[in-house]
């Protein structure tokens, strides 16, 4: 039992001595101890670029110092300024960390050896960015180090529909930055989506009420700026139509203002300029045209924008029976009744019934043949019955 009891003591002495010796030998004791590493050191930032040369240190920015054998980690404080433990302390705010570099040797080179010295960006700093305007959340947000404009406009909840995204404002101190972020996330202008600095102001305006061209998408409405020569295909560039789920669009509604409704084929958006607050409709089904009557094929007809009466009936064939122009009348609306249309000018809409009567001739013949039907079926009536007396 002595003899267990003295190993025990002996092995606690020798632990005892070993952390001393370590403690001692790393040159941490007393007055002379330096401060160790934070553990936000082992939290790695990210950055897209490198940050030595442009990005400008400032409160919140963490450091990493080598000073021979001693490491550590200082923070810059909210004055600018970093205090390195028996050196001083070193204004560093709105310097480069090369400049901050060369600042923080200058002190500490009177303690230790320079060239056994060194100094790095540990962890970058956040800060806050305000943003106005027509964005889903205003106000002013957390931004994480070299944070791109279209990240940030993201983070906030992105642009409302009535956003005009063609002339985003950046406030920078005493310069204004134009951005037309619709080059940005349409066309690949990555040049233009600028990185955010602190202090920033970010304004993102409202397309005008009165000049505006609205798209109505199923189950989504947004708007983007009017522009003169501008068409439709453009303006669904410009709101981002094709991110958007495609639903297999056939044909786009037409509301101008003081207008009747017109239709047209996707295919034609390209050609298709339209003018101020104007609605755009994104329409799924196939437009259809039914025409009946006195035709050679009796059916319904692709809505086409160009046509008139005269052409569905053309495409659905005339006969020897087929009536005159003249005679031809439209069914339309939800509950219909004729209408006389000039066949080569007035324009047919999706849905319309389009008849074509006999031409008054065959009309005179078969009211001819009916009177003559009628008559024999009378007389054989009459014949029958006076024999049966």
Same mark, same amino acid.
């Given at each position: 039992?002595?003899?267990?009891?003295?190993?025990?003591?002996?092995?606690?002495?020798?632990?005892?001595? %070993?952390?001393?010796?370590?403690?001692?030998?790393?040159?941490?004791?007393?007055?002379?101890?330096?401060?160790?590493?934070?553990?936000? &050191?082992? %939290? $790695?930032?990210?950055?897209?670029? #490198?940050?030595?040369?442009?990005? =400008?240190?400032?409160?919140?920015?963490?450091? +990493?110092?080598?000073?021979?054998?001693?490491?550590?980690?200082?923070?810059?404080?909210?004055?600018?300024?970093? #205090?390195?433990?028996?050196?001083?302390?070193?204004?560093?705010?709105?310097?480069?960390?090369?400049?901050?570099?060369?600042?923080?040797?200058?002190? &500490?080179? =009177?303690?230790?050896?320079?060239?056994?010295?060194?100094?790095?960006?540990?962890?970058? =700093?956040?800060?806050?960015?305000?943003?106005?305007?027509?964005?889903?959340?205003?106000? %002013?947000?957390?931004?994480?180090?070299?944070?791109?404009?279209?990240?940030?406009?993201?983070?906030?909840?992105?642009? !409302?529909?009535?956003?005009?995204?063609?002339?985003?404002?950046?406030?920078?101190?005493?310069?204004?930055?134009?951005?037309?972020?619709?080059?940005?996330?349409?066309?690949?202008?990555?040049?233009?989506?600028?990185?955010?600095?602190?202090?920033?102001?970010?304004?993102? $305006?409202?397309? /005008?009420?009165?000049?505006?061209?609205?798209?109505?998408?199923?189950?989504?409405?947004?708007?983007?700026?009017? =522009?003169?020569?501008?068409?439709?295909?453009?303006?669904?560039?410009? &709101?981002?139509?094709?991110?958007?789920?495609?639903?297999?669009?056939?044909?786009?509604? @037409?509301?101008?203002?003081? /207008?009747?409704?017109?239709?047209?084929?996707?295919?034609?958006?390209?050609?298709?300029?339209?003018? $101020?607050?104007?609605?755009?409709?994104? !329409?799924?089904?196939?437009?259809? !045209?039914?025409?009946?009557?006195?035709?050679?094929?009796?059916?319904?007809?692709?809505?086409?924008?160009?046509?008139?009466? @005269?052409?569905?009936?053309?495409? #659905?064939?005339?006969?020897?029976?087929?009536?005159?122009?003249?005679?031809? /009348?439209?069914?339309?609306?939800?509950?219909?009744? $004729?209408?006389? !249309?000039?066949?080569? %000018? +007035?324009?047919?809409?999706?849905?319309?019934?389009?008849?074509?009567?006999?031409?008054?001739?065959?009309?005179?013949?078969?009211?001819?043949? *009916? &009177?003559?039907?009628?008559?024999?079926?009378?007389?054989? #009536? *009459?014949?029958?019955?006076?024999?049966?007396?």
């Amino acid at each position: 039992m002595r003899i267990l009891l003295a190993i025990v003591l002996f092995m606690c002495c020798f632990s005892f001595g %070993q952390s001393n010796t370590s403690l001692f030998a790393s040159g941490i004791t007393g007055s002379d101890r330096i401060s160790t590493r934070s553990s936000v &050191v082992m %939290q $790695p930032s990210q950055a897209e670029l #490198a940050v030595d040369s442009t990005y =400008k240190l400032g409160p919140g920015d963490f450091l +990493d110092l080598m000073l021979e054998d001693n490491y550590l980690t200082v923070q810059i404080y909210p004055d600018g300024t970093v #205090a390195i433990e028996e050196c001083g302390v070193v204004d560093v705010g709105g310097l480069t960390l090369n400049e901050a570099r060369e600042e923080i040797l200058k002190v &500490v080179e =009177k303690r230790y050896k320079r060239e056994y010295c060194f100094v790095q960006l540990s962890v970058l =700093k956040k800060f806050r960015v305000s943003i106005m305007g027509a964005v889903s959340f205003v106000g %002013q947000h957390s931004v994480d180090p070299q944070t791109r404009l279209s990240y940030f406009i993201r983070q906030v909840g992105g642009a !409302v529909p009535k956003a005009n995204l063609e002339d985003v404002l950046v406030i920078r101190k005493n310069d204004t930055l134009h951005v037309n972020f619709n080059d940005v996330q349409n066309n690949g202008k990555f040049e233009d989506d600028i990185m955010l600095e602190q202090g920033d102001r970010i304004y993102v $305006p409202f397309v /005008k009420l009165d000049d505006n061209i609205s798209l109505i998408f199923p189950g989504y409405q947004t708007s983007a700026p009017y =522009k003169e020569g501008r068409t439709i295909q453009e303006y669904f560039d410009l &709101v981002g139509g094709g991110r958007m789920h495609n639903f297999g669009y056939k044909n786009i509604c @037409i509301h101008e203002p003081g /207008k009747e409704p017109k239709w047209i084929p996707v295919s034609e958006m390209k050609n298709t300029v339209v003018g $101020p607050n104007t609605e755009l409709e994104f !329409v799924l089904k196939t437009m259809d !045209v039914y025409v009946g009557g006195s035709v050679a094929r009796i059916g319904q007809f692709d809505y086409n924008p160009s046509w008139h009466a @005269i052409d569905y009936i053309a495409a #659905a064939g005339i006969n020897t029976i087929t009536g005159t122009w003249n005679q031809v /009348k439209v069914w339309r609306g939800d509950k219909p009744e $004729p209408i006389s !249309v000039q066949v080569a %000018q +007035d324009p047919i809409l999706p849905g319309d019934y389009i008849e074509m009567p006999k031409s008054r001739y065959e009309s005179f013949k078969d009211f001819t043949l *009916f &009177v003559a039907s009628l008559l024999t079926v009378i007389s054989s #009536a *009459f014949i029958i019955y006076v024999n049966y007396k």
